[in-house]
């Protein structure tokens, strides 16, 4: 049967009236473009729908014609559409004679990071397992013009509104660095978290679970189950989407950015890792540090080596620097240790069994482009593997004391993840063979990543901030 035919006999099925497909531009945005599910036929799997990928951020104008040809796989139900209609991803390709995947598309790049790795024979499957952390507010607003610069956000369960007089004011506001797992009525998110979480599992993203995080101010967390690494890229778009949309429904307002609240916590995006081969783990050794085999270390090893390049990518904003400072549970110096949350490379004591046997990176974020940050942690890894890294010998650990402790003379021994997206991008333009190994990486796309980051963060530095009115208006 054609896949059509089936498609359309589900949307008879569903009362489906609309067909959406979306697509990831190079920031990690989901774009989409709409037809009538009367328009829907053969064609679309085979010649795909036209658009002008220069606008995503991808090609030079003049070669920015692009196809997009949709993964009937991936078809869903939309939960938050209005009109019935069903949606699903897909890949882009460019147009010739013959269709050809586009090497700087995200998921084209994790799927060939994929490749990559079975054709040298580490392993078959990378299963991740990121962790999602994000802010849930009731208001925002924020405003950039010549003349006027700021930002304001609330949630009723902040500490500074405890004072505050309104009829709704119960008193149960949450201390600031005091939410992690707090209970309810001070968790006022309990009941929406729990709708999002069965959203996600209705669109076949498993959830491990939900709780409030340590951010007194509306900070929480939803953990998946472990999963393929380009199937989780895929998932975590969705995540993003459900999360946003569910919130927006119940009347609020949900944020990804790494550090939206001055002196409170922050939201990383902490992703676990493991490699398998033959249905087997290849990262568990009952003898190694931590249960760790020699591979696991070498993949270690070379996240460590890479890591500041790496930020690129999975720390791609000014606002990501932020929250990599120390006070917050974020990684500031290079290193590993098992349960030790001042590492960049953390490995859970909890995970003893062969088939779990893991460790974290720990510095990305949610404002990762997820099909580049996840490659390119694959391709650190494999870094590692090829020229045999070993963290150890390289002095990055094993660190089994509080890093942000240590005294400074002790610091200054320690080397420390870039201060800013400037430094990350010198770092990627300096250190980016690991990456473009195997075709995986385009150049190209990596001078582009470069050119549009770079760009931005000058933007950003040239604007006056709020806080340099305090501190020099009066001089």
Known sequence: MKKSDEMKKMCQEKGIRMIDFKMTDLDGRWRHITIPVERFDEDIFVYGIGFDGSN???????????????????????????????????????????????????????LRAMEYMKELGVADEMLIGPEFEFHLLDHVRYEVTPQRSGYAVDTRQAAWNSGKESPD???????????????????????????????????????????????????MEIEVELGDMVDMADKTMIIKYVIKNAAVQDGRTATFMP??????????????MLLKKDGQPIFYDKDGYSGLSRTAHYFMGGLLKHVSSLCAFTNPSTNSFKRLVPGFEAPVTIGYATS???????????????????????????TCNPYYAYAAILMAGLDGI??????????WGPYDCNLYEL?????????????????????????????????????????????????????????????????????
């Not at 960049?344 to 069994?353: E, F, L, Q, W």
């Not at 090829?386 to 002095?395: C, F, H, L, S």
């Not at 993840?417 to 796309?445: K, W």
Request: aromatic share 8%; charged share 30%; hydrophobic share 35%.
């Open 259 to 272: 550090k939206p609240i001055y002196q409170e916590a922050g939201n990383g995006m902490h992703v676990h």
């Open 340 to 366: 030790n949350r001042s590492a960049v490379i953390r490995i859970p004591a909890y995970a003893k069994s062969p088939d779990k046997k893991r460790f974290e990176l720990r510095n990305p974020d949610a």
């Open 169 to 219: 004011n119960g008193g149960f506001q949450v201390k600031g660095h005091g939410g992690y797992h707090i209970g309810a009525p001070h968790d006022v998110a309990y009941s929406l978290r729990s709708k999002m979480c069965i959203l996600l599992e209705d669109w076949g993203v498993d959830v491990k679970y939900h709780h409030h995080e340590v951010g007194g101010s509306g900070q």
């Open 56 to 110: 995503y951020g991808y090609a030079p104008v003049e070669k920015s014609d692009m196809v997009f040809i949709p993964d009937p796989d991936t078809a869903v139900v939309d939960p938050f559409a209005e009109v019935p209609t069903l949606t699903m991803c897909g890949d882009v390709c460019v147009i010739g004679e013959e269709n050809k995947p586009f090497d700087q598309y995200p998921r084209n790049v994790s």
């Open 407 to 475: 005294s400074e003379e002790e610091k200054k021994k320690i080397s420390s993840l870039p201060r800013s997206l400037e430094e990350a991008l010198d770092a990627l333009e300096a250190d980016h063979d690991y990456l473009t190994a195997g075709g995986v990486f385009p150049t190209r796309l990596i001078e582009i990543w470069l050119k549009r980051k770079r760009e931005e963060a000058l933007r950003i530095s040239q604007i006056p901030h709020p806080a340099e009115f305090e501190a020099y208006y009066d001089l």
């Open 386 to 395: 090829r020229n045999q890294i070993d963290p150890a010998k390289e002095g």
